[in-house]
């Protein structure tokens, strides 16, 4: 048993169809249970509550057992001077106020019904893949669908005091903001953050002044990145000496060395293969960010993420290595990913700041649009006998294990408050 599940009942008011009693008798009437509380102090604030005859105002704190009051030293602590009840699993000790007066306390062990109990018990770490996965696919497609919803929207929500704080400091810059999001994106998982730096370091202002010129972009992307010290291949050499003139023109300073990560990276995924590869977008579409919002569907978005890769690195996997195939543009799978990692949650926050929904609903539907990934953990869900089909799914269910299953956060699941809420007259699969 955890306080969190103590927590959760109280919070879902589970006590509704329940005569309580402190220990020692008294009724209990919960007239406000109180407002959750996540930081420090008592786990419920300003409830309401009648004890007796008398209606108390304060907080309530929860514990498996009541000695673990004084465990956590909240005998010395001033903000649980006001707490009026104390909710426990186990009684085993009497706990005091400063004044000498005792904490009413209410029993939990044999009020929550026995099934709910186990129930929660079946949500606890395990080697499943995840908690729930025996009952996961049985739950109503039309609740995982709105679910999986929020779990998309939740996913980007938790950027959003990063995205403020950005937009903000560039002074509504909306086209340096969606550079910054869309050049960590070519930087994949691994150099994610480097490749940030690098659109820190090469402003989109700096890449306007540039304009359509190729070599010249790919010289400053490069140089800044580190790529082109000690150049000894031609192109290499053609590249260092133009970023050596852009460097001072435009006073750019170069990332230090072991930031970019290329231990085993494939060619195309090396950091030199992706800067080249965002070089090639930023010639080809300058105003990247206006033809996004004038965009309706993601046939357009395809149709503007398809850039030919003409010159040097059509035909190179590095500076001295050749393709064995020549390559003519992004493959679908990239097209793909800078969609769901950088256009849609850009868009999203775009519309959220200023307050238009049409752009808000746009993003998610692009989502909807897009087909779903396909990697190692969706595999998993679908030998569950989930099948999601759109990239809204598959973000969905990524996020969900990521931020929920693998935390055993059950109790603040949608899927996990199904499972415990149904009734016990009609037993879900769980109670196998």
Excluded at 218 to 230: I, M, P, S
Aim: some cysteine; glycine content about 6%.
């Amino acid at each position: 048993m955890k306080e969190e599940f103590l927590h959760y009942w109280w919070r879902m008011k589970y006590y509704g169809t329940s005569k309580l009693f402190t220990s020692d008798g008294n009724d209990i009437q919960i007239i406000q249970p109180g407002i959750y509380n996540t930081n420090a102090g008592p786990d419920f604030n300003n409830a309401v509550i009648k004890i007796g005859d008398v209606i108390w105002s304060g907080d309530v704190e929860m514990h498996i057992k009541s000695s673990d009051w004084n465990l956590h030293r909240h005998e010395i602590d001033p903000a649980y001077e006001r707490v009026i009840l104390h909710v426990v699993w186990t009684n085993n000790k009497s706990i005091f106020r400063n004044d000498g007066s005792e904490i009413p306390v209410v029993i939990l062990d044999g009020i929550i019904p026995l099934i709910l109990v186990e129930r929660y018990h079946k949500l606890t770490p395990s080697n499943s893949f995840i908690p729930c996965e025996s009952v996961f696919p049985s739950i109503d497609p039309f609740q995982m669908s709105l679910w999986l919803e929020r779990m998309l929207i939740e996913k980007w929500m938790t950027k959003e005091s990063i995205w403020r704080e950005q937009i903000n400091n560039l002074k509504g810059d909306w086209s340096q903001f969606f550079h910054l999001w869309l050049t960590r994106c070519f930087g994949l998982k691994v150099n994610a953050d480097a490749f940030m730096l690098l659109a820190e370091r090469v402003p989109y202002s700096v890449i306007r002044k540039i304009g359509r010129k190729q070599s010249t972009l790919e010289a400053v992307l490069l140089g800044v990145g580190g790529f082109l010290d000690g150049s000894d291949a031609p192109y290499q050499n053609e590249l260092a000496s133009e970023y050596k003139f852009q460097k001072s023109k435009f006073q750019l300073t170069q990332i230090p060395s072991g930031v970019f990560k290329s231990f085993r990276a494939r060619p195309d995924n090396h950091p030199i293969g992706r800067i080249t590869q965002l070089a090639s977008l930023m010639v080809c579409r300058p105003n990247i960010w206006d033809s996004i919002l004038a965009s309706h569907t993601v046939g357009e978005l395809n149709e503007l993420l398809k850039v030919s890769s003409e010159g040097f690195w059509s035909e190179h996997s590095s500076f001295k290595t050749k393709r064995r195939n020549v390559v003519h543009g992004f493959s679908q799978e990239l097209i793909n990913s800078i969609i769901v990692n950088a256009i849609c949650p850009s868009l999203y926050f775009y519309g959220l700041y200023n307050n238009l929904e049409h752009h808000i609903t746009k993003a998610i539907e692009w989502m909807i649009e897009l087909k779903g990934e396909k990697n190692s953990i969706i595999e998993k869900f679908r030998d569950l006998g989930i099948l999601p089909t759109t990239a809204l799914d598959t973000q969905g269910l990524l996020f969900l294990k990521h931020a929920y299953c693998d935390k055993i956060k059950c109790l603040d699941c949608n899927i996990g408050h199904k499972i415990l809420s149904s009734p016990a007259s009609a037993p879900n699969n769980f109670d196998s």
